[in-house]
C-alpha cells in the first residue's frame, strides 16, 4: 500500500460530524479595527449568528439613533457589526444595556420597533466594562422589567452578587454566583413569573438544578471553558488565558454542568461561549476576564461532550451534541435552526494566534498549550 493509499483509508475511517451551522448565544465582539478579525474567527467555525454582548466601550445603552460619545444604540452598533463582516450571519441579536437610564418606554419603544429582542443585566463592577450596571435589587418589582414581561424581550442576566467580599465572593461553601441563584432568582421569578431568562455562562450545580427545576421559559448558556476545566486548571501554574469571570468553580460544579447538558431530550441549556479577546491579557493591575475561543469553540465543546461520556459517533451522542450546540438556542430565542451545515473531524489540530489590526489575541488552547482531539473540515 502507497502512503497516498493509506492516507485515503485513513481519511475514509476517521470520524466526520456533519452538523447545522450552530448559533453563539453570548459572545464580545468589541469595538474598533481588530472588530473584523473577530467576527471572522466565528465565521470561519461554522457560526451561523450570534448575540454580541453590549459591554462596549462606551455601552449600547440605547435602542436607536446614532452613537453617541456616552454610548452605542443597538441600531448604530449593528450596523457597525455588519459592515465588519456580521452581515454574513443568518441571525445578529445586540442586546440592551440596563443602566439607570433604562426606561420602560425605552423596552416598549424598542420592542415594537423590532430592533429590542433582549437586554443585558450586569452586576456593577462585576466583569468587563459592567461599572454601568446597576444591583438587581433595584430592577426586581419595576418597571423596566414588566415592560420586558409584557413585550416578551429576553433578560439576559450575569448571575453574580455584587459588592461582596473576597471571602463571600469564593469559598469552599458558596460564592456570588450560588448567593445570586439562592437569594435573587427566586425573587425575580416570583416578581416577574412570564420574564424570559438567559441564565448566562452558568458555572456552579446551584446555577444548573436551579435553571433545570426552573419555568420553561428559563434557560442558560454555557461555555466551553466551564465544561471543561475547575478552579485547580486556572491556579495550577496560574494559567491566566483561563481566567474568566465568572470564574471556573469546582469538580461537582463541573460535573453538574455536564450533567445538565447530557440530558435526553433536555431544552433549557446551549451553547454561549462568552468568547472575550483582549491583545493583553495580565495587565499592571491584574488580569483581564475573558477566555477568547473563537476559532475553536466546537471542537472545545466536542472534546467537553466526549470527557462527559457522549460518544459522538452514535445517534444518541450527536444528538445531545447538536441539541446543545445548534438547536436549543435558537429554539429559545424564537429563530429557526440553520439550514446550512459545517463539518468536525476526530483529528489532532492546533489552534493558531489570532492577528488582529489591534494586536494579537491568544486563543484558549493557545494559551493552556492544548491540542485539540477535533478539527474543523
Known sequence: MTIDQWRSQANE???????????????????GPAVPSYIQAHLDMGCAGALAMPNTQPPVSRVSGAAQSDGWSIESYSAELRAAGAEAFEQLIVPLYLTRHTTAAMIREGAAS?????????????????????????LIGGEVFRAMEECGVILCIHGEQHALSGPDYIDALQNAETRFYAERMPRLIAAHPKLRIVCEHITTRAAAEFVAAAPAHVGATITPQHLLYTLGHLIQGLKYHLYCLPVVKFQDDRAALRAAVMTAGQVKFFAGTDSAPHTTKATACGCAAGCFTGGCAPQLYAMAFEEAGADLASAAGKELFERFLCLNGPAFYGFAASQQTFQMEKASSQAVLLETPAGTVTPLPVGLNLEMSWRLV
Open 13 to 31: 475511517t476517521c470520524m466526520t460530524l456533519t452538523l447545522p451551522k450552530w448559533f453563539d448565544l453570548h459572545t464580545h465582539f468589541r469595538q
Open 114 to 138: 423590532g430592533r429590542l429582542r433582549a437586554c443585558k443585566y450586569y452586576p456593577p463592577h462585576g466583569t468587563t466594562n459592567s461599572e454601568h450596571g446597576m444591583p438587581m435589587d433595584d
